[in-house]
């Protein structure tokens, strides 16, 4: 029984971190079962985030960083692009392979050469949208840096996950025009 006591006791002790954090990390925006699956076990678990400016210059910012020096970040920014012109950008090269989901409006895609990317393209013009030229969309880039817990495929999906979570709160921060009607999950990779 003491035995089973100690070894609790330092399971807790050294892996403890990531449990640790809110339900929700990043202003509330992602759920910490995203980060628990995609980021190893640590004692010790950090987060933060930010958003400031507004129209073209909006950008919303999430960092969650571990004792073991790994970190997942992902950045959503408002940008003059088009859906082609997004995906010409993450997997134009043709030596580029990427994995690609959508529902409705919302696009997402990975790439599979570097399982450390995710991004996610969801059309947005703020009420003080300004003067552009071309269509706007919120386009999130999330990647680890360090060692994660998650490969592959679930990786790519795990980062996807936390970069569609980060870009539905950046919709509202952003104050895109019209209803937020964004699906609460993307359909996953497999599923396509």
């Known amino acids: 029984m003491i035995l089973v006591l100690v070894c609790g ?4 002790f050294f892996v403890k971190g990531l449990y640790l954090l809110p339900d929700k990390v990043c202003e509330g ?7 628990i699956r995609t980021l190893p076990r640590a004692r010790a678990a950090d987060e933060w985030s930010d958003h400031r400016g507004r129209g073209t210059d909006f950008m919303f910012g999430c960092r969650v960083s571990t004792s073991g020096d790994s970190i997942l970040s992902g950045s959503v920014n408002l940008r003059e692009s088009s859906k082609d012109a997004w995906e010409r950008f993450y997997g134009g090269d043709p030596s580029t392979r990427v994995v690609r989901t959508s529902a409705g409006r919302v ?9 450390g990317v995710a991004s996610v393209y969801v059309p947005c ?3 003080d949208a300004g003067e552009t030229s071309g269509p706007r969309a919120l386009v999130a880039d999330v ?4 060692k994660s817990r998650a490969s592959g495929g679930d990786r790519r999906q795990d980062l996807t996950d936390f ?6 709160h ?3 921060l952003a104050g895109c025009e019209g209803p937020n009607d964004l699906p ?5 990779y497999g599923d396509h």
């Open 29 to 35: 925006s992602v759920q910490r079962d995203v980060v």
């Open 170 to 172: 950046a919709y509202v």
């Open 184 to 188: 609460g999950q993307l359909p996953r």
């Open 107 to 115: 696009a997402a895609l990975a790439q599979l050469d570097d399982d």
């Open 125 to 127: 013009t703020p009420k």
């Open 163 to 168: 970069a569609y979570q980060l870009t539905r």
């Open 9 to 12: 006791g330092l399971f807790v």
């Open 143 to 146: 990647d680890v840096v360090g």
